[in-house]
């Protein structure tokens, strides 16, 4: 089991406990007056069948108050992700702080700083670094390098997860597509672990027939779900903050209610986040002070509701570089997420408005989970670490504490140490090159690289991963999602790489 | 029962242990055991720590732990080889001390640290040290290299003036002066008039072999 970060102190709470309960009134009052579009016959009955309001043909539910606190109930508060490596198992919930690697589609190239589809090679290059990073604790293979250069497009998803399967032993999440979702969960009930199954919800108010059927495959499968609600404020949700956390608890009620229809008691994580919108171009801003805001309370309510939060504040910069408004975006998106009560932080790599992956960033995003999670953790105040004996001992000038076995004993402890940052003085910094922090990440990439062994997949556990690509690819040849012409280039990407 | 005692020595300055390390000092010399041997014993482990902290494989607090350790059974061997006249083979002496104003101590200790592993005498002379306490100590010492160090700005110039006092007692040619600390570069030695600069530790210990011919 990885422990992750403890927050040791109360979390943050910017809403007051009156504007908490008026939030929560008004998204059950959504629920039962307009209710949620669902595009899924099969939901539609399940609904229909627990008590809800359902028009079959604008197939429109309206769920009443008493079954959303109901379902509310019935989720786990802490939930079990099952890692391949079970030293790297989670548990989701509590005061705990998990980091998840970062995603974004395409590889940032840091020379040029333009963007092209990643390799096979560079995909499992960043499933090595992830599992070395120490403050990433759960992988995210699946959905970083979206854009694979030669992979048909239905099948990047489950390569890139058997990428993360062969080159990292952390937890790992997936999506759906095309039906791929049932390919992975097959696979990862054969390697007894769980994926957490991430279903997105569109806003306003919609389940189109892909996320329920992916919650259908999750929550049968027992997997806990992830429903994945990240509305474009003044678009997809109210402009105002607080209407539009409105509408993603009511859409978050909406998906608790049909997980825990289809499954009592699986486990729910819900992933959140409102983007304010650009009024010029439209484009939305993943990361924002309004963002962290809407998370701050949006985490409130999760922490009353005993559900726990995956926050995409701070996940990515806006920045199209590795440069200081990438720092301070995603640092202080993700400190604001864990200060709040968050329990898993999308973070780690991710930049350009989730259009990059960068492996690079994501050791130095590694640096910053580090200082957050030792910020959680808190001040240790006991006999021993108030030192009054050690103060007394060592007295005025030219008394010191360096010499002591008190230093020597918690230096390490107390005082969290970045990997990548400068940190020299000048006249070091001057002799050894001038290298910044990118520079240091690149070595330690190289390092990392050079000396840093996953533990292997056994034989076994090779065949059921060959098994899902191979099932696969074969079912969607036959569908026709594969032609003759990707599959030759498919096949040739594949092959460049062994 | 001597080698005994001489793993002991080591693996107390190993372990920062400096009543351990007296103890094993007083030991020794109740056993009759080798004094030289059992500086050379030391000698080697602070060396080890020294290795260890140039690779950064060690920090600074095991550093100023097992110098400690050293320094307290080196104090009770010496004076008792004092009494038999016996004197360990040095590189060279160095009289090192953070200059008049300034108050910091770890750089200097640092390099004091190194310089002892490497095989120096070293006369740390503390912090805070008036112009003239360097000039006595270069003289009542003998030393081959004088070593000062300032880490704020505003106290730079006390090394302009500890150099200009050794050229009018007629004993700069006498002795090499190296300077450091976070105010100091290479520019500003070469412009008060030392010998040399380094910017770490480590590259201090080195600086003196240099200028030594170590």
């Not at chain 1, 209610?257 to 439209?282: R, S």
């Not at chain 1, 020597?408 to 940190?423: L, P």
């Not at chain 2, 242990?17 to 602070?46: F, H, N, P, R, Y």
Request: a negative charge; glycine letters at 8%.
């Amino acid at each position: 089991m990885i422990k992750g970060f403890t927050r040791n102190y109360k979390p943050l709470e910017i809403a007051t406990e009156g504007q908490l309960e008026a939030i929560h009134r008004g998204a059950l009052t959504v629920l039962e007056t307009t209710g949620i579009r669902v595009e899924h016959d099969r939901a539609l009955k399940m609904f229909k069948d627990s008590g809800c309001l359902v028009d079959f043909v604008t197939k429109r539910v309206r769920i009443p108050a008493w079954l959303v606190e109901e379902c509310l109930r019935r989720c786990p508060s802490n939930v079990k992700l099952r890692a391949r490596d079970p030293n790297c198992d989670l548990m989701v919930g509590g005061d705990t702080f998990y980091f998840l690697q970062g995603m974004g589609m395409r590889y940032l190239d840091l020379d040029s700083w333009e963007t092209r589809p990643a390799t096979v090679k560079e995909h499992r290059e960043a499933m090595i670094i992830g599992d070395a990073l120490e403050n990433m604790h759960m992988a995210g293979a699946y959905e970083f390098y979206t854009d694979r250069a030669g992979i048909p497009p239905c099948m990047v998803y489950l390569e890139n997860l058997a990428s993360g399967l062969r080159y990292c032993g952390k937890a790992e999440h997936f999506g759906y597509e095309d039906g791929c979702e049932k390919f992975a969960i097959k696979a990862a009930q054969e390697l007894g672990i769980n994926l957490l199954g991430e279903v997105g919800s569109a806003a306003p108010l919609t389940f189109y027939a892909g996320v329920v059927e992916a919650t259908y495959a999750y929550a049968e499968a027992g997997f806990p779900v992830n429903p994945c609600i990240c509305p474009t404020a003044g678009a997809e949700s109210p402009v105002t903050m607080a209407g539009s956390i409105v509408l993603l608890i009511a859409q978050m009620m909406a998906s608790v209610v049909m997980a825990q229809l289809i499954k009592p008691g699986v486990g729910v994580i819900i992933e959140h986040g409102i983007k304010p919108m650009d009024m010029q171009t439209g484009h939305p801003y993943f990361t924002d002070v309004s963002k962290s805001l809407t998370t701050a309370i949006t985490n409130q309510l999760l922490r009353r509701y005993k559900i726990p939060s995956k926050s995409t504040s701070g996940f990515t910069s806006i920045s199209k570089k590795i440069d200081f408004q990438c720092g301070y975006e995603k640092s202080m998106g993700a400190l604001i997420s864990a200060l709040s009560g968050g329990h898993i932080q999308i973070f780690q790599g991710g930049s350009a408005s989730e259009l990059v992956y960068n492996t690079v960033l994501a050791i130095m995003d590694d640096d910053v989970a580090g200082w957050i999670g030792r910020f959680l953790e808190g001040v240790t105040v006991n006999d021993e670490t108030l030192a009054v004996d050690v103060i007394n001992e060592v007295g005025p000038i030219p008394g010191h504490f360096l010499n002591t076995a008190h230093t020597r004993k918690w230096w390490k402890a107390e005082h969290y140490a970045t990997r990548v940052a400068d940190r020299e003085v000048y006249p070091v910094w001057v002799k050894s090159g001038k290298k910044d922090a990118l520079d240091h990440a690149r070595e330690r990439m190289s390092e990392i690289l050079a000396t840093h062994k996953p533990v292997p997949l056994t034989p076994a556990q090779e065949r059921i991963v060959e098994r899902m690509l191979e099932e696969a690819r074969d079912y969607y040849r036959k569908k026709g999602l594969i032609s003759d012409q990707e599959w030759a280039v498919y096949m040739e990407a594949l092959e460049a790489d062994s | 029962m001597a080698n005994q005692i001489l793993d002991n020595l080591k693996k107390a300055v190993l372990e920062c242990d400096a009543q351990g390390a007296s103890s094993w000092a007083a030991k020794a010399v109740e056993e009759k055991v080798d004094l030289l041997k059992a500086l050379d014993a030391l000698t080697d482990a602070i060396r080890e720590v020294g290795d260890g902290f140039g690779k950064g494989e060690i920090f600074l607090p095991e550093l100023v732990g097992a110098a400690e350790a050293m320094q307290s059974a080196t104090s009770i061997i010496e004076e008792e080889l004092k009494k038999t006249g016996a004197k360990r083979e040095s590189l060279g002496t160095i009289v090192a001390g953070t200059v008049f104003g300034d108050i910091h101590n770890i750089g200097k200790s640092m390099v004091c640290t190194l310089l002892v592993a490497a095989g120096f005498e070293v006369i740390d002379l503390g912090v805070n040290v008036e112009t003239e306490r360097f000039i006595q100590a270069v003289k009542d010492y003998k030393a081959d290299v004088l070593a000062m160090s300032a880490l704020l700005t505003m106290y730079t110039a006390e090394q302009k003036k500890v150099i200009d006092r050794l050229k009018e007692e007629g004993i700069r040619d006498k002795v090499k002066v190296i300077v450091g600390g976070g105010a100091i570069n290479e520019e500003f030695a070469r412009m008060v008039g030392a010998d040399g600069y380094a910017p770490t530790a480590p590259e201090g210990v080195a600086l003196t072999k240099k200028l030594l011919g170590k």
